[in-house]
């Protein structure tokens, strides 16, 4: 499969809560967005299901699924879906 430009961007949305001088501060993770960008000349339904497959292997997604929303978009030669 020929893939060009691959990149992948994550932005994670955290916030923090109590007060460092009373003892009760925390941090918490609230979500992320993984965007994955790549051009392709191959069929749409091949290249998603490479990125599933992908997405199906990480250890990092799996581990985070579980606890927090965690939303994937594809942009396969400049237009963006959600997967």
Known sequence: MKIS???????A????QGSVLKGDAEGFCDSFEVEVLLDSEEPEDEVGALVS???RLCFTEKALTDSIPVT???????????I
């Open 5 to 11: 430009n691959e990149r992948v961007r994550v932005t």
């Open 13 to 16: 949305y955290f916030h923090e």
């Open 53 to 55: 497959m992908a997405r």
């Open 72 to 82: 994937v978009s594809q942009t396969l030669n400049g237009v963006t879906t959600e």
